[in-house]
Structures are given as structure tokens and as C-alpha cells.
């Protein structure tokens, strides 16, 4: 019987290094079940990431009688690691015992999934300080882990074909795109987002950057509001950090602000929200309802209340089923550094890098492949927001919490409100992969109703919207 865990660590070791960066995409410690191997791949995993090279047998031994390990450890480890790379292990091999280790690891978490599904169903569970009991937590939970298992063993569908047999769909979707019929991606309302990046695309995971109460979850809440009104998109929001109700006032009060309604300066969402309205205002805020529940033209807003503690398995969970009903166009996750990750990490910094990167895998696999942009916050700290202040802006050394966020993230933009001119905000792309950096703007902020406009970028809005149409 095949050892694939000897199989897969047998071809890395000693040299090949593309073999190790492919095991570690891939697996995870967990994924061996002897002690040992565990350990080795640790090790490996480890020291490359510290090296940039393959550990060999002198200095793991080294590192385990530095690590107080006693002699006759030291031995045992380096007799197998000796062992491993004196076997001849050919590629197809590696990929194969590769795809073995994450299948019986998904078998393993299945049963786990299963098993605890039936006992939150049958008596409830306490899992991370969150009570779950009853069919519909056992079922939410259920989707969540195997979400997550498919990812681990690598089975969520994507599409795939020869390219030269693909040649009249790529002449096919340009001729669409020329004529308008596939348009751009989804707009965020500001033009020097928008007409710099041609707006958010699928597969893409998009930060918007900025200090507590400068803007950041404005701009995503008028993001959604502009994609389901003014593109008649459709836009998924899973919110911990915001309320639900909370969310659906902001977006209604960005509505009160178009000129149909007659309401320059809109409706104060906290006058919703503590019911302050005079006799008159209260008739508009129903005209204001009405028309955003009953106007055919208008995309779908789907807001989901996400738990604190849930991970990015549960969100995706959700958005798999919402998939089966209607279409998605955008997710906003409000907002992703209180998203936990799938598996535990011994430091916040590595559960950040695993939320990240999970986050993009996400991106890319959703609808089957096809894709969906994630949008989300990102909280900047004190220190880099004061730094911003005494600079005039902030730059992509600001993420300083996990450098994946600058890595993984395909479009970063920043917002810093002046403290000179506070309904105003400096805006900034900090990263727009495989695009140009269009210089800081200016975005006009109304804080009581969520409603930002870029000064004297109107008509370039209007123009992109006509293109779109």
C-alpha cells in the first residue's frame, strides 16, 4: 500500500522546490497523520519561507537539538528524513499521492461535518462561544464545513477547456463588449474608480481602506445602493460589523437623495432611525420605500446579518444558496478582519493572511468558476492614520497589519477625510493591478445619508453610465 505522505515529502526532498511551493498551496500540516511527517513538512514549510530553500539533513538536525529535542529524536528524524530523500519518486507520483492526502483529509472532515451537524441538530453544540441548535443552524453549519472541505480537496467546480477549441467565444465575448452587450464591471459611484479600473471585476478581491468613521463602510453601502439603482445589478452584503437594520436605513437614505424625490439634501438616516420625521418627510420616506421595493428596473439588495466569530465557510455557505435562487453581481463583506479564518492560526496576523487569501479563492471559484468581486473595509490603525494626516495620504506600507492584503488584493483604495474640511474626503487608488494610478481626488461626503460625489466628476459618471447602458 502506497504511503503518500512518504510519496509527497520522498519527491521534494532534497531540491525540488516547485514541488514544495505546489504541497504547500495545498496542504496543511493536518493533512499528515504520522507525527513525524507532520513535523517535516513543517520544517520544510518553514524554512523555506525563512531561506527560500529546502532544508537539508545537517541543518534539521540543527534545529532539533537546538529545539532541546533529545539525541535520540534527533536521530529518528534524520534516519527518515535520509530515508525520504534517497527514494525516486516521479512526478505523476507526487500528484497523485498529493490528490490522495487532501481526499482522505476531505473524507475525514466530512464524517466530522456529519457528525457534528447531527448532534447540533439532536441536542446543540457550543463551537467558538456560539450556541448552534436546531435544523437550521445544523444545516448552516453543514454547508459551512463542506464549503470548506471542497476547498481543502480542491473540488469546487471551475470551468476548463482546450483554448484553440475556445477561439469564436474569445472573438464572440469582444464582439459583445464592442457593442455594449457585456459592459464593464460593477461600478462603485466614483468616476476615478471606476474609469481608472472599469469597475470591479469577477474573480477580483477589492479593499477600501480608511481610519475608524472615515467613510469606508459609506462607500461600500453607496456601492451597493449605485449597482442595484443605477446599473440594476444585483448585490450581496454580509455585514457583522453594521446591523441589518442599520445598513437597509443608510442605503434608504442614499435613495431619498435622487431628484426624483425632490430632497437636495435627502432624508437624515438617524432621523429614520429615532423616528424624528415631521408629517411631510414621513409621506416622503414612503414614497422614497416605495418606489425602492417597487421599481421593476431596480437590481436586488440581499443584506445577510453574519454573526461575530463566523468564517469566510459560512459566508460563502450562504452565498452558495442565495447562488441557486438569483444571480449575484457584487459581494460586500462588511467587513473582512472580523471574519474568522476556517482553521486556527497561533497568531492574528496568519489568521489575517488565511482570511485574505481565502477571501480570493472566493472571488475566483464563485458561480462555478465564473467569478463574483469581493468588496471589503479594511480598518487602517491609529499610528498609519496619523501618518497619513502629517503626509497628506496613505500608501500600501500603511496595511501594515498582514502584507497579504497588499499582495492578494487586486484594487486598493484608500479614503482619508481632512480634518480642515470635514465633508470632505481624500480618495486614493493605492494598487490597481495591471492598471494606472490616477491621481488623489476629492469626494463631497454627507454623512447623514450616506451619499459621496466626486467634485466636478459628474459628467464623467453620466458618460460612463451611458456607455454602460
Known amino acids: 500500500m502506497t504511503d503518500h505522505a512518504a510519496t509527497v515529502l520522498g519527491a521534494i526532498i532534497p531540491s525540488r522546490r516547485d514541488l514544495l511551493n505546489t504541497a504547500m498551496a495545498q496542504l496543511e500540516a493536518e493533512h499528515f497523520t504520522s507525527e513525524i511527517h507532520r513535523n517535516i513538512f513543517l520544517l520544510l514549510d518553514r524554512y523555506y519561507n525563512v531561506a527560500g530553500a529546502i532544508i537539508d539533513s545537517a541543518a534539521l538536525a540543527d534545529l532539533l537539538r537546538r529545539n532541546g529535542q533529545d539525541e535520540a529524536r534527533v536521530i529518528l528524524y534524520t534516519e527518515t528524513y535520509n530515508s525520504l530523500a534517497a527514494a525516486t519518486v516521479a512526478d505523476h507520483e507526487f500528484r497523485y499521492s498529493l490528490d490522495a492526502l487532501k481526499d482522505v483529509r476531505a473524507e475525514v472532515l466530512t464524517g466530522e461535518a456529519l457528525a457534528t451537524s447531527m448532534e447540533i441538530l439532536q441536542r446543540g453544540v457550543e463551537i467558538d462561544r456560539r450556541n448552534y441548535q436546531g ?42 463588449r464592442k457593442s455594449g452587450e457585456i459592459t464593464t464591471g460593477v461600478l462603485s459611484g466614483i468616476p476615478s474608480i471606476d474609469l481608472t479600473t472599469d469597475g470591479f471585476q469577477n474573480g477580483e478581491l477589492d479593499l477600501i481602506c480608511a481610519y475608524t468613521g472615515e467613510g469606508k463602510s459609506m462607500l461600500v453601502t453607496q456601492t451597493a445602493w449605485h449597482v442595484a439603482v443605477m446599473q440594476r ?57 416605495d418606489d425602492f421595493r417597487n421599481n421593476p428596473l431596480y437590481g436586488k439588495v440581499h443584506i445577510a446579518q453574519i454573526p461575530r466569530g463566523s468564517t469566510l465557510g459560512m459566508i460563502e455557505a450562504k452565498l452558495m444558496r442565495a447562488y441557486q435562487s438569483w444571480h449575484i453581481d457584487i459581494v460586500i463583506i462588511d467587513y473582512l478582519t472580523l471574519i474568522k479564518p476556517d482553521r486556527h492560526r497561533s497568531s492574528t496576523r496568519e489568521e489575517l493572511n488565511d482570511v485574505i487569501k481565502d477571501a480570493k479563492v472566493m472571488a475566483t471559484t464563485l458561480d462555478d468558476g465564473r467569478g463574483c468581486p469581493v468588496v ?78 466626486e467634485k466636478r466628476a459628474s459628467a464623467a459618471m453620466d458618460s460612463l453610465l451611458d456607455e454602460m447602458v
Open 233 to 289: 445589478k444585483n448585490v450581496y452584503i454580509a455585514t457583522s460589523e453594521t446591523i441589518r437594520d442599520t445598513v437597509r436605513r443608510r442605503i434608504i437614505a442614499r435613495h431619498s437623495r435622487l431628484e426624483q424625490f425632490g430632497l437636495p439634501d435627502g432624508i437624515n438616516s438617524n432621523d429614520i432611525k429615532n423616528a424624528r420625521l415631521d408629517p411631510a418627510m414621513e409621506k416622503k420616506l414612503g414614497e422614497v420605500v
Open 135 to 176: 435544523h437550521k443552524d445544523a444545516r448552516e453549519f453543514a454547508y459551512s464545513r463542506l464549503t470548506t472541505i471542497d476547498r481543502i480537496g480542491g473540488a469546487e467546480q471551475a470551468p476548463e477547456g482546450d483554448m484553440r477549441q475556445d477561439a469564436n467565444d474569445i472573438m464572440s465575448q469582444y464582439a459583445k
Open 376 to 453: 471589503s473595509p479594511w480598518a487602517m490603525n491609529q499610528a498609519k492614520y496619523l501618518d497619513a494626516i502629517r503626509t497628506g495620504g496613505y500608501s500600501l506600507a500603511s496595511l501594515a497589519e498582514t502584507s497579504e492584503a497588499e499582495k492578494t488584493a487586486d484594487i486598493i483604495a484608500a479614503l482619508l477625510r481632512l480634518p480642515e474640511q470635514p465633508r470632505e474626503i481624500k480618495g486614493a487608488i493605492l494598487k490597481n493591478r495591471d492598471g494606472a494610478i490616477p491621481p488623489p481626488f476629492i469626494l463631497e461626503a454627507d454623512f447623514r445619508t450616506t451619499y459621496l460625489e
